[in-house]
């Protein structure tokens, strides 16, 4: 990533990117003031996403400097400092012990440097509202991770602060990197031209075999242990179909320029959480295993959703639409009409994690940001909205999942090592999952 070859190929590719992503979401601002000579940036979440952002935004070829690392725990920043000595940019590292924080608070104390001019935010997804919400009233700019959220009243608080953000031109990226990726630009602009024709539904997938899990140890407390193991607890995550099936369907909403008013659907654990017949059924938490949507849109367009994490089974992360005059596999940049050849994205994939943070720190550095906080927050809503039909097996509508007043984590503000665990154990060692017909999700 650091080879200077691939990096100007990028920082060029960056500027095409970044100028097709303006024409396709115009809430592009302009800075009134000049661009920072050296843009100085601290990581608020220091696992392996948050890490390689931070290395990400150092291979610019713009002056950046890392300055401060804040995580909940300190042996996670102490290794996300030890990583980023070794990424080829030592020279970009300024952190010092003083600039290494680590507890439930420690991004405040980021915030409080006066030359810190860009968060990362990439923690667990439920923090992500509190830490936006701060960055954008201390003057930050930010990038921050998808999904933006884990419930309605989340999605509420990122919307709220994004509308400050705007007034106060601070630069807000998501990531959601297929939006800097050319070879999806160019497929996306070629649908919404017509080369498919007036669009029917689309089919989205991210089946896989799942993800890590951290075990319990002796002495770890309630709360320490389920932010350690995050991804299975929904205050933390919401659950995988929120967490990573979101890249999937902001691409189907990319397209439509809109976002479902309902959904229906249904899921469950059929696998996850079963002592018969998975060993790690303690440490999965209470998320589901699988989940199948129907989101509708109101023009009568569907969108149909699979999610997966069981091992064994038929894998696909995909997209794909079909129109009245072709289809597209949109994973696979290409368009089939049908009259004429087919067509695929002729150039040279482009890795978007990376680009994004080039796109983001070329135009700090000139002085121009842009704005993707309501498209992240409302694309994080699409998927929020799915949970809730699946785990409720209900069908529910886009403005009764946003309004709900359910908060997963209504103590978060105020969240310290002693707070109870929003979600406690059963007799059994395990986590009750929603049950489908019975759950209050709205």
């Known amino acids: 990533m650091s080879n200077q070859d691939s990096v100007s190929r990028r920082k060029f590719m960056g500027s095409a990117a970044l100028a097709s992503a303006a024409v396709s979401f115009p809430n592009v601002l302009t800075a009134e003031s000049k661009g920072k000579e050296v843009i100085r940036f601290a990581l608020i979440g220091c696992g392996g996403?948050?890490?390689?952002?931070?290395?990400?935004?150092?291979?610019?070829?713009?002056?950046?400097?890392?300055?401060?690392?804040?995580?909940?725990?300190?042996?996670?920043?102490?290794?996300?400092?030890?990583?980023?000595?070794?990424?080829g940019h030592e020279d970009k590292l300024k952190v010092t012990d003083d600039t290494i924080f680590a507890g439930l608070d420690a991004y405040?104390?980021?915030?409080?440097?006066?030359?810190?001019?860009?968060?990362?935010?990439?923690?667990?997804?439920?923090?992500?509202?509190?830490?936006?919400?701060?960055?954008?009233?201390?003057?930050?700019?930010?990038?921050?991770?998808?999904?933006?959220?884990?419930d309605g009243a989340g999605v509420q608080r990122v919307l709220a602060a994004n509308e400050i953000a705007k007034k106060k031109n601070l630069m807000v990226?998501?990531?959601?990197?297929?939006?800097?990726?050319?070879?999806?630009?160019?497929?996306?602009?070629?649908?919404?031209?017509?080369?498919?024709g007036e669009l029917n539904y689309a089919r989205v997938f991210w089946?896989?075999?799942?993800?890590?899990?951290?075990?319990?140890?002796?002495?770890?407390?309630?709360l320490e242990y389920q932010v350690r193991n995050w991804f299975y607890f929904n205050w933390?995550?919401?659950?995988?179909i929120v967490e990573q099936h979101i890249h999937n369907t902001d691409i189907i909403n990319w397209i439509k320029g809109a976002y479902p008013i309902k959904a229906n659907g249904h899921g469950g654990r059929q696998v996850r959480g079963n002592p018969a017949n998975d060993p790690d059924w303690k440490d999965h938490g209470e998320i589901y295993d699988h989940h199948f949507v129907e989101f509708e849109y109101a023009d009568g367009f569907r969108m149909y959703s699979q999610c997966r994490h069981i091992s064994n089974c038929w894998q696909n992360v995909s997209e794909h639409i079909h129109g009245s005059e072709g289809y597209s596999s949109l994973s696979r940049h290409q368009i089939f009409p049908k009259s004429g050849d087919p067509w695929r994205y002729p150039g040279k994939k482009v890795g978007g994690h990376q680009q994004e943070q080039l796109n983001m720190i070329d135009a700090l550095a000139k002085g121009e940001v842009y704005n993707e906080g309501d498209y992240g927050a409302k694309s994080t809503m699409t998927n929020i909205l799915g949970r809730c039909a699946t785990y409720s097996g209900k069908e529910v509508s886009w403005n009764q999942a946003l309004s709900s007043k359910i908060e997963l984590c209504p103590n978060i503000d105020s969240l310290t090592w002693e707070s109870e665990a929003p979600v406690q154990p059963n007799a059994a060692g395990g986590y009750d999952a929603p049950v489908p017909g019975k759950s209050r999700v709205v």
């Open 207 to 222: 089946n896989s075999g799942g993800v890590w899990t951290k075990k319990r140890t002796s002495s770890q407390n309630e």
């Open 108 to 150: 405040k104390k980021v915030m409080e440097m006066d030359n810190v001019d860009l968060v990362l935010l990439t923690t667990s997804p439920g923090f992500r509202p509190l830490h936006f919400e701060h960055a954008v009233n201390k003057g930050k700019h930010v990038f921050m991770e998808k999904p933006v959220a884990t």
């Open 236 to 240: 933390l995550c919401g659950d995988h």
């Open 49 to 87: 996403r948050g890490k390689g952002a931070a290395a990400q935004v150092m291979n610019s070829p713009h002056k950046t400097e890392c300055v401060a690392l804040a995580d909940a725990f300190m042996d996670t920043a102490k290794g996300a400092q030890n990583y980023l000595k070794h990424v």
């Open 173 to 196: 990226t998501v990531g959601l990197q297929r939006h800097h990726e050319p070879n999806y630009i160019e497929t996306v602009k070629k649908i919404q031209d017509g080369a498919i």
